[in-house]
């Protein structure tokens, strides 16, 4: 038997939602082929389209280690034997959740082909293990939205507490990848510890603003409560040309414009696809002036 999964790339923080708020797109994603095969073990087959970055050995390959964890928790490691095929369609540190897609497809493969023994929401916690493994902190805000679908918040983290948010049908999002290397590992050494009780009342003002508008539809609401006081101004230094992009989406009448996860791609979240895609457009041709190859993705949020 074999199963064939695909999971979504993943705008984590929501622009002022750190380690806690994410959503998913339509595309890019990751896909996995998973068979079953007699010999107990996992084992990578293949791998497509990570320009051979990721590692093949099954214990250091963040997908083989992930499922030889769900096997191992449930005591059947030595009983199963899996092959799989990765091919991944999004660039590895993009700030796109390229790792949370692969991790969360290869978990979802193997628990289908065992029969659904563990529900979604146990999923998860396997999930963010891969998280940890891949990038050393095990966030939930790249995993949750690319199994759950959606926006999602993470409530709490001990325990682990994720909570669907309501989509309004006109959000969408206008995603540019500068093709720069910005690993999450280093973008997360580089944001401070402590922050000032001003710019978190700012902040937590701000993700409350944008929870009520998503419930209440409200794209004015949102809008005003997308910013990042905390992070944004640290982080904005690793991404060319972070603030011009800004002044264009905005002028394209996005209704906020941030950093992709950890980055370096940048969303302009738009009220309709043709704003989104007018933004994401006006982006790449400013990117394209200043000499930086990019990508650009438009997706329903
Ligand atoms: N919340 C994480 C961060 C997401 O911003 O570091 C990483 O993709």
């Known amino acids: 038997s074999e199963v064939h999964v695909f999971a979504p790339a993943t705008v984590a923080n929501m622009?002022?939602?750190?380690?806690?708020?994410?959503?998913?797109?339509?595309?890019?994603?990751?896909e996995v082929q998973m068979f079953r095969v007699p010999e107990p073990g996992v084992r990578i087959r293949s791998i497509k389209g990570d320009e051979g970055r990721l590692p093949v050995d099954p214990e250091r390959n963040t997908v083989s280690a992930c499922v030889k964890m769900l096997l191992a928790h449930l005591g059947i490691e030595n009983e199963i034997g899996v092959e799989i095929d990765l091919i991944k369609h999004m660039p590895i540190g993009s700030g796109l959740g390229s790792s949370s897609a692969s991790t969360v497809a290869g978990l979802?493969?193997?628990?289908?082909?065992?029969?659904?023994p563990l529900t979604k929401a146990e999923l998860l916690p396997f999930c963010v293990e891969g998280e940890r493994l891949a990038c050393g902190h095990g966030h939930a805000d790249n995993v949750a939205p690319a199994l759950m679908g959606g926006i999602t918040l993470v409530r709490g983290y001990d325990p682990l507490d994720v909570i669907k948010l309501p989509v309004p049908e006109e959000l969408y999002a206008g995603i540019v990848f500068p093709k720069v290397d910005v690993p999450t590992r280093d973008a997360r050494q580089l944001i401070k510890e402590k922050v000032y009780l001003r710019d978190a009342v700012t902040q937590w003002g701000n993700i409350a603003g944008l929870v009520a508008g998503l419930y209440e539809k409200d794209y004015a609401l949102i809008s005003r409560s997308m910013h990042d006081v905390l992070i944004e101004p640290t982080r904005a230094i690793l991404i060319p040309e972070f603030y011009a992009m800004k002044d264009i989406a905005?002028?394209?009448?996005?209704?906020?414009?941030?950093?992709?996860?950890?980055?370096?791609s940048v969303v302009a979240i738009s009220k309709g696809k043709e704003i989104a895609e007018r933004a994401a457009t006006a982006i790449q041709e400013h990117l394209t002036r200043s000499e930086i190859e990019s990508f650009k993705y438009v997706s329903s949020v």
């Open 108 to 116: 979802f493969a193997i628990n289908s082909l065992l029969g659904n």
């Open 250 to 264: 905005l002028q394209e009448g996005a209704l906020s414009f941030g950093i992709s996860g950890s980055g370096p």
């Open 15 to 30: 622009i002022c939602g750190f380690d806690i708020l994410g959503f998913a797109v339509d595309y890019p994603g990751d």
